[in-house]
């Protein structure tokens, strides 16, 4: 019998809450990816800036697989980690865009990134502490 059975419960509804934000996060993202795409079509003039803006809005869009897959998968620190370090790296190159362009899609990949990046660090801390209390039931 657990000795911390409310600790337990709030445990488990800040992971349901958490698992629910991430999903709707990669959606907006992979949907900014879309949108992102959408702007260049239908492609007239093919240059290595047409390639490069295509380019971005697949990112986006595998960005967002990758963070709707590890709303499935958290619990394998594989997939959890290579997520983070994708989110983190997208929040590096929209920072690094401000310097180009400071356009509201820019201020919306940061914050999207930010946002995604913390949810999913407090949830891995979750998940290994949930872990480490199960473990520590037998």
Not at 15 to 39: K, N
Request: charge should be positive; glycine fraction near 6%.
């Amino acid at each position: 019998m657990s000795a911390h059975p409310a600790g337990h419960l709030l445990l488990l509804m800040t992971l349901t809450t958490l698992r629910r934000s991430r999903r709707v996060l990669a959606a907006i993202i992979i949907l900014l990816g879309l949108v992102h795409i959408s702007f260049i079509l239908p492609v007239i003039t093919f240059n290595v800036g047409t390639l490069w803006f295509i380019g971005t809005g697949f990112m986006l869009i595998f960005a967002g697989f990758l963070n709707l897959a590890v709303v499935q998968y958290c619990a394998k620190s594989l997939i959890g980690y290579l997520t983070l370090i994708s989110n983190i790296t997208c929040l590096g190159l929209f920072i690094l865009s401000l310097w180009i362009m400071q356009e509201p899609q820019v201020y919306i990949g940061i914050s999207l990134f930010f946002v995604a990046t913390v949810i999913l660090v407090v949830a891995l801390i979750l998940m290994k502490t949930r872990n480490r209390y199960y473990s520590n039931d037998d």
